[in-house]
């Protein structure tokens, strides 16, 4: 099957898909949609695990998975304490995650040699602690916070997802002025433009769908969506980067016509902070 086929596939079902999950399925604050944030999470920490592998820094895969869940996992706890709990339990769930990693870090030197390693392993735990970790915490505070959560992550969904889809569709139908970020050459002009839109539209839609949650005069929805849009456009950038770093084409091979889990959630974590800080600003999905 042809990577266009695989993507549409992917459009017209998987997205489908995640909507109904979180339409359907509200219980436990979106427990559903959590555990399957988790699961890329979980998975996305994995596949960095074996960049850095690849890049020559021996990092454990299965302990990098279990680090990117630490503190989304704390976040998704605290959203039954309470608002006040969401930043306390966040920098709580980091500060422990971080010191496991200095306590047992030593224990993974086994050999005199091994002490070369001590730096660029700590080092690389702690971005995943980070990167995907802290980050995905926000999309699972968007997906879990009550009372208007599933507005608040379908409307988080149509901006990511329409910003990747339109830049996708319009960047391989009208872009020619390509190679314009060294990280990702088949990028384009149009292609950047056309992510915008479809934050824009995105956000749009949504405002028109749940007025009620999404209360925000028009003219807001601008900076919004082009500080998403932004987000959405540089976290696919950075993790391109990365993979070149690590000399590899894609982080995985388990999402069809998208490569791996990180792959697929890379814009999400950048776009979630901001995405937050907006909703808070203007006081959406209360």
């Not at 699972?140 to 599933?150: F, G, K, N």
């Not at 901006?159 to 139908?173: E, K, M, P, Q, R």
């Not at 900076?223 to 990365?242: K, N, R, Y």
Request: hydrophobic share 60%; proline share 6%; glycine share 12%.
């Amino acid at each position: 099957m042809s990577n266009l086929l695989q993507r549409l596939l992917l459009f017209f079902v998987g997205v489908p898909a995640i909507f109904a999950v979180v339409w359907l399925l509200p219980g436990a604050h979106h427990a559903a949609t959590v555990a399957l944030v988790l699961a890329f999470c979980a998975g996305s920490g994995l596949e960095l695990g074996r960049l850095f592998v690849q890049k020559g820094i021996r990092v454990r895969p299965a302990l990098s998975g279990a680090l990117a869940v630490a503190v989304p996992l704390l976040f998704y706890a605290a959203t039954f304490a309470g608002p006040a709990s969401f930043g306390s339990a966040g920098l709580v769930g980091l500060g422990l995650a971080l010191l496991a990693v200095l306590v047992l870090l030593p224990f993974g030197l086994a050999r005199k040699e091994d002490l070369a390693e001590a730096l660029p392993r700590a080092a690389a735990y702690g971005f995943i602690l980070v990167y995907p970790g802290l980050l995905s915490g926000f999309v699972v505070l968007i997906a879990a916070e009550p009372p208007r959560a599933t507005e608040a992550i379908l409307a988080f969904a149509l901006a990511t997802f329409g910003n990747d889809s339109l830049a996708w569709l319009v960047g391989s139908t009208l872009g020619k002025r390509r190679g314009l970020v060294a990280v990702s050459p088949n990028k384009s002009l149009a292609g950047f433009v056309g992510g915008f839109a479809g934050s824009l539209g995105g956000l749009f839609l949504a405002r028109l769908a749940f007025p009620a949650s999404f209360p925000a005069p028009l003219p807001a929805l601008i900076p919004m969506a082009l500080a998403v849009g932004a987000a959405t456009i540089l976290g696919d950038l950075f993790e391109s980067a990365l993979k070149r770093s690590a000399g590899a084409k894609d982080s995985g091979s388990v999402v069809p016509g998208r490569g791996g889990f990180l792959d697929s959630f890379d814009s999400l974590l950048f776009a979630a902070p901001l995405f937050y800080a907006f909703a808070l600003a203007l006081g959406l999905f209360r």
